[in-house]
């Protein structure tokens, strides 16, 4: 095993993960973003609001990011619509990540008890405060958890668009194992960055839950130890009869 070999190219390697980091930081900005005003929608009582959101949901989770990846960037021509290489990822990968997030989403606002909805209610505060400063808060700590896995899983999908030409860190391995025919050299070196840049992003989840408290028990009052005494009605004596 030649490891000088990968050293000697080291800067193509550090360009292909800069271009994976720059897709994810992409995605994982975008597609939350789309996903909480579509999960206020999916939760709407109004059907004509919550059909076509869920409708988008159920799509974008059934079809692999392949066929999404491929369909934006072979399909779209077709309708006159031209996208290069890199937007063409950048679109599929959000899709594919919006229509989880969108679920994680809807799921924690859900989660939130009906009594924080009336208790805001109750304090006359408009609908957009009660979301901002009440319910969101709640229903975040309860997506977290959800959200970073997606955000894991989309950091590896991310080598789905060397596909499409995009040079991101799958595809400068695979160049460079077409120029050198070393594999498993390029392939380990591969495998090393991919796990440390998933550490980071596991590392800052368990930053994130820290910060939100996401593992504290809700707070009840806890019943006494120690039982109590039980008065019994004192025996009446013949005297006192």
């Known amino acids: 095993m030649r490891l000088d070999i990968v050293l000697d190219n080291w800067l193509l390697l550090a360009r292909g993960a800069l271009t994976t980091v720059l897709l994810m930081l992409v995605v994982g900005t975008v597609s939350p973003l789309l996903a909480i005003p579509l999960a206020l929608l ?60 969108v679920e994680f989403f809807r799921a924690g606002l859900r989660a939130v008890p009906k009594g924080q909805y009336e208790a805001a209610a ?13 319910i969101f808060p709640q229903a ?12 894991t899983l989309n950091l590896k ?42 550490s980071v992003l596991i590392a800052l989840q368990h930053l994130v839950e820290r910060y939100l408290d996401v593992d504290a028990a809700p707070r009840s009052t806890k019943a006494r130890s120690s039982k109590p005494a039980v008065t019994r009605p004192k025996a009446v004596s013949a005297a006192s009869r």
């Open 122 to 134: 109750a304090l006359g505060l408009p609908a957009s405060v009660a979301f901002r400063k009440v």
């Open 140 to 151: 975040l700590r309860i997506a977290v958890p959800a959200l970073f896995s997606n955000f």
């Open 42 to 101: 999916r939760n709407s009582r109004v059907r004509s609001l919550a059909i076509p959101v869920a409708v988008f949901s159920w799509f974008t989770r059934a079809v692999p990011t392949l066929v999404l990846l491929f369909f934006c960037y072979y399909g779209l021509p077709f309708f006159g619509i031209f996208l290069d290489p890199l937007p063409s990822a950048l679109l599929a990968l959000v899709l594919s990540a919006t229509g989880y997030n």
């Open 157 to 198: 999908g991310t080598a789905l668009a060397s596909l499409v030409s995009v040079p991101e860190l799958s595809g400068a391995v695979q160049g460079l194992i077409s120029d050198t025919y070393r594999p498993v050299e390029f392939l380990l070196a591969a495998g090393v960055i991919y796990l440390a840049l998933n």
